[in-house]
Every structure is written in C-alpha cells, then in structure tokens.
C-alpha cells in the first residue's frame, strides 16, 4: 500500500527489485526480550539488523514478553521484519518468585544493595528478567524448532554489513557460544555465584571441560588439563556481555546446563543477590565448553549503551562494509576483558587493538 502512497504500482517496480540472495539455511532465530513501552528503541535494532544482514537471510524473529503484546507494538516490528514473527507470553512461574524463596531475606538483601547504589538493586522486574535470560528462554514453545538464536535488545546499534551467515559459520566450525564485548561483573550483585559454582563442579566433575576457560576467570591460572576435576582460585568477574549473543539453544538445553541452572535457582541467588544472566552465561560456556567452541565475532560492530566497539582494521572501512568510529572502542579498554580472551584464546586480536591516533 505505501507504494502508491508515491504514485508507483507493482508493475512499475517488477523487474527492478533486487533479487534476494540464498536466503538463510539454519534453523534459527533472531530473539528479543521486551516491553512494550520500548517499541520505539526495538524498532531501532531491527532497522538496523536488518540492514546489516538479515535482509537477505529473512531469519524469523521472536519476541518474548511477560505481558501480551500490543496489537502496536506487533503490527510496527513485523511491518520492519523481513522475516516472519511470532510474539510469545512469558508463562507466569517463570516469571515469579518461586516458593522456597525467602522473601523476607529478599527484601532486607534489596534495600541493603540499594544503599550500595548498584545499578537495578532495587528492580524485581531486572531479577525475573535475568533469571529468565538464564533458565527458561529456551525452553520457550516458540523456539522449540530452532537450534540457533540471535540476541537482540531493544536499543543496540550494527555497524557492519555481515557478509555471511554468523549461524551458518558456527555449525560448520564445530562453535557453540558466539560474543562480542566482555568485561566485569560488579561483584555484590554475584557475591556468591563462583563459590556455588565451585559446589556444583564438585558434585560434577563430568561436566568441566577439557580445556575450558578457567585461565580467562581467575588470574594466573594455568591452563586446564584434561582429568582436572576441580574448580579453585578467585572469580576475577569476566564474563560476556550477552545483550550480544549468538549460539547454540542445544547447549542450554543439555543436561550439564540443565543441571547448573537448577542448581543455582535452588540457592536463591537471583533474589538474594542480582544474579545476571551474562555470568551464569560465561561461566557455563567457559566452563562446560572447551575454548575452542567459544568464538570472539571480532568482525562485528556493535553498541548497547554505554559501550561499542568497532573493527579496527583498514578494510572493514575501505571497503564501506562499517560505519563506526574506530575511537569508540571498548576492546582494549581498561574494563574490558577482551584483551585477556585474546591472551587466552588468541582470537580477533588484529580487528580488535585500538589504532593509535
Ligand atoms: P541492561 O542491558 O542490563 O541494562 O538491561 P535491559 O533493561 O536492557 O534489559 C535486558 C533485556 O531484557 C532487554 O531486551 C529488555 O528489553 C528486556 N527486559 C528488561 N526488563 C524487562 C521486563 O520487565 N519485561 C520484558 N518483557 N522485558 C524486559
Ligand atoms: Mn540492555
């Protein structure tokens, strides 16, 4: 209908449309988790991803909310889809506190953590919303048929074309869990998450791969050995930023995931701290995957508020495949924990080392 809005018909337009390229092959998806209220910041990451890449794949996307959409909010982001959308409610026990939850406990942890002024102390909507990012998008009915996702978040900016397809790339190389920044975790909101984790590698050992990244999460570690049984040495709090994240829904939903999700859920830390997802993200990947299936997407630019990051070599601008200022670069930033990734895994290192002025 908009095209005769501006005087053109179909007829005037066939033959001239490009024609679409091999559109995607994997079963995957793009998801995104979010309100309603944020449909103008959605409709922003899905301009753009679309531009940068799915336009010609027209990869499905999936929308997950813990209320109804909004007859709004489903008619603009499939409009800008170019591929098809399914919009999927939240079921309520995934949402909520469950019931060996301490909720006295949780509130006296909330306003101690808000005198701390930590960023989302005193949200309980941020703490579903991690917790749910950690142990049930997955599972949603939605994404039952898809091995791969996409996360998206309302709000994020792509700098790059992508000229080929990321899913396709981490079947055929055997990866499993895709990122693009990493840094810090502030440590009161995961007071007790790596001591937890420690328990349950304790109680299953089967499950620490070899080679995994125990040298990426504690400083100094030597290099893990396979037959290592144990977890030791002190969290240095890196994790991948997993606004960003493009992997495997298989690896969730294995028993070893499985497993840890429960095992952390039953501690409570969700609501008793502030648990994010990203952790528990980085940890198990790092963890239950050797090195080798974890890949750093160096090739990608990227923003979510308030960090980028942005290729740093020649061609990826000669070429016009990025927009993006190669000054605004988390990478080697002193909060960031790239430069210890490439240490570890000596990935990307040539895309992503600051040019100096
Ligand atoms: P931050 O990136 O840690 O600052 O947290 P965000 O506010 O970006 O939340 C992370 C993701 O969860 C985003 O995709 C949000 O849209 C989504 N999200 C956060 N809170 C809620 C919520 O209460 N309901 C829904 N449906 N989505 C939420
Ligand atoms: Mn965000």
Not at 66 to 72: C, G, L, Q, S
Not at 78 to 103: C, F, N, R, V
Not at 298 to 313: A, E, F, L, N, T
Not at 314 to 341: A, Q
Request: charged share 25%; hydrophobic share 30%.
């Amino acid at each position: 209908a908009f095209l005769s809005t501006y005087g053109l018909t179909k007829q005037d337009l066939a033959g001239l449309l490009p024609a679409p390229r091999q559109l995607g092959q994997e079963k995957a998806s793009l998801v995104m988790l979010v309100r309603n209220s944020e449909l103008n910041d959605a409709l922003k990451s899905i301009r753009m991803m679309e531009d940068r890449f799915n336009h010609h794949y027209r990869y499905p996307w999936t929308f997950l909310n813990d209320e109804p959409f909004t007859p709004e909010f489903i008619n603009y982001t499939t409009g800008m889809a170019s591929g098809k959308t399914q919009y999927g409610l939240i079921e309520k026990d995934q949402w909520s506190i469950p019931t060996h939850i301490d909720q006295e406990k949780v509130q006296k942890n909330m306003e101690e953590m808000v005198s701390k002024n930590v960023i989302y102390a005193g949200s309980m909507s941020y703490r579903h919303m991690c917790r749910y990012n950690s142990g049930f998008f997955y599972r949603h009915p939605l994404l039952a048929e898809y091995d791969w996702y996409w996360r998206v978040e309302p709000g994020v900016e792509y700098f790059c074309d992508l000229q080929y397809d990321p899913f396709t790339f981490l079947k055929d190389h055997n990866k499993v869990y895709g990122f693009v920044m990493s840094m810090y975790e502030y440590d009161v909101t995961i007071s007790s998450l790596w001591d937890h984790t420690k328990d349950f590698i304790r109680d299953h050992p089967e499950y620490l791969a070899a080679d995994n990244s125990l040298d990426f999460f504690v400083d100094g570690h030597s290099p893990s050995r396979e037959g290592d049984t144990e977890i030791d040495g002190k969290y240095n709090l890196c994790h991948f930023w997993s606004n960003f994240e493009i992997a495997d829904l298989r690896f969730w939903r294995s028993k070893a995931y499985t497993d840890y999700f429960e095992y952390l859920d039953k501690q409570g830390g969700f609501f008793y701290e502030r648990w994010g997802d990203a952790p528990i993200h980085s940890l198990a990947a790092g963890l239950f995957l050797p090195k080798s299936q974890i890949h750093h997407f160096g090739d990608i630019g990227y923003r979510h508020p308030p960090y980028s990051r942005c290729p740093q070599d020649e061609e990826s601008h000669t070429s016009g495949r990025c927009y993006c200022s190669r000054k605004e670069h988390f990478d080697d930033d002193g909060y960031s924990c790239l430069p210890r990734w490439w240490k570890v895994a000596g990935q990307s290192f040539g895309s992503g080392i600051k040019k100096q002025d």
